[in-house]
């Protein structure tokens, strides 16, 4: 069992940088592939950012490639999510997710993680 907390979220100015963290209690969150996820009013969820358990891959949707970051701290069971250059459409609620066994053709499904945070939102101004 897995629990997932992400504090961090808010409020930017267009063009500006946050950073969000999800920190997982358990002693096998070192095994776990770890996602970002969000959901704006009236969509669907969508895949943001993974990364696998050994930190050595990582995938990213398209409308953030170059702009946001994911990593994780394994000694410190957690993962963050660098946002920078945010402009008003990243304005979502964020949801840290881990999955076991995901490879890299599965970290963009959100099917295939077993657990999810309660999310936090990050509103972009413009």
């Known amino acids: 069992q897995v629990q997932l907390v992400e504090p961090g979220g808010g409020l930017v100015q267009a063009g500006g940088s946050l950073r969000l963290s999800c920190a997982a209690s358990?002693?096998?969150?070192?095994?776990?592939?770890m996602g970002w996820f969000r959901q704006a009013p009236g969509k669907e969820r969508e895949f943001v950012a993974a990364i696998t358990w050994s930190g050595d891959r990582t995938a990213y949707a398209d409308p953030v490639k170059g702009r946001f970051t994911i990593s994780r701290d394994n000694a410190k069971n957690t993962v963050y999510l660098q946002m920078n250059s945010l402009k008003p459409e990243d304005t979502a609620a964020y949801y840290c997710a881990a999955g076991v066994g995901l490879s890299i053709a599965t970290l963009s499904r959100s099917s295939a993680y077993n657990y999810w945070g309660q999310g936090t939102q990050v509103t972009v101004s413009s």
């Open positions: 358990g002693r096998t969150f070192s095994s776990y592939a």
